[in-house]
């Protein structure tokens, strides 16, 4: 019955019905959908994408990889950066990520945004409008986010708001501003500042809305030695050599 049916499907999609045979028995069964599949809520993560889940447009899925790499970014002691907040929700995981597993690393998180919205997008490569995102505020996230001594907001238009922090070390940085002036702008000044072993993780990169954030990753990278690599989740990741 099961060969009819894939025969059926197949004979009117181009997809093939994926065989993954079900273990009974085996620990932590029910996060096995189909695979191990921790970001539905498995073990320590879980605390964090709930604090984050009411205010982010970012999904479980993608905050377990930010989850995991600001982990291990924490050993290289350098700051985190984002770029990209709007209401705060990733903000809120990687803050309670360095409090919770990195207090003793001096480790600050460094929040980037208008908080007034999408500047002027380029309508040549961006879906994205100008003042997109604007209901928010600069004060509602950093009561959210809290941990004054670890977070310091900058709000106003990237790369104005990077003046002065020249001199920064970075180990982890989310970029998350969907548009591609924006993205340009923010690996102009972070890449060279991005530490070896650090990350970049670019929230947007396959998402169809956002075809200028790949646009911008693809362009930079060409003549680079990292290569951004492509996520299932829609991010991609780039690891400093
Ligand atoms: C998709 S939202 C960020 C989502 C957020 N990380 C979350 O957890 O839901 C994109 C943000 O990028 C900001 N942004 C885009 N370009 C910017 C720029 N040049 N300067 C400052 N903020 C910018 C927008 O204001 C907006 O709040």
């Known amino acids: 019955m099961l060969k009819k049916i894939e025969r059926f499907i197949n004979l009117f999609t181009s997809l093939k019905v994926q065989k993954v045979k079900t273990v009974r ?7 096995y959908k189909p695979y191990f599949s921790p970001w539905l809520g498995y073990g320590e993560f879980k605390p964090f994408v709930e604090s984050a889940e009411k205010y982010t447009l970012v999904t479980a899925d993608r905050c377990y990889v ?20 709007y209401k705060g929700g990733t903000a809120i995981l990687l803050a309670k990520v360095i409090a919770e597993y990195g207090k003793q690393s001096g480790t600050k998180l460094h929040l980037f945004d208008t908080f007034e919205g999408m500047p002027d997008v380029n309508a040549q490569k961006d879906w994205h409008k100008s003042g997109d995102f604007k209901d928010t505020s600069e004060e ?16 106003g ?17 989310h970029i998350d501003v969907d548009i591609y002036q924006s993205i340009i702008d923010s690996l102009n000044f972070i890449y060279p500042r991005l ?39 829609g991010q991609a990741v780039v690891f400093k050599s």
Not at 157 to 173: C, V
Request: charged residues 20%; contains cysteine.
């Open 25 to 31: 028995g085996i620990p932590d069964a029910q996060f």
């Open 66 to 85: 930010l989850y995991t790499f600001g982990k291990q970014a924490l050993a290289l002691g350098g700051e985190f950066w984002e770029c990209g907040v």
């Open 140 to 155: 509602a996230v950093s009561a959210r986010v809290g941990h004054p001594d670890l977070v310091v907001t900058h709000k």
């Open 157 to 173: 238009f990237i790369p104005d708001t990077f003046k002065g922090l020249e001199n920064s070390k970075i180990s982890f940085a």
């Open 195 to 233: 530490m070896s072993g650090g990350f970049i993780i670019f929230d947007d990169y396959g998402f169809p809305t956002c075809p200028g954030a790949r646009q911008a990753v693809d362009e930079f990278f060409a003549n680079k030695p990292e290569q951004p690599l492509a996520m299932p989740s």
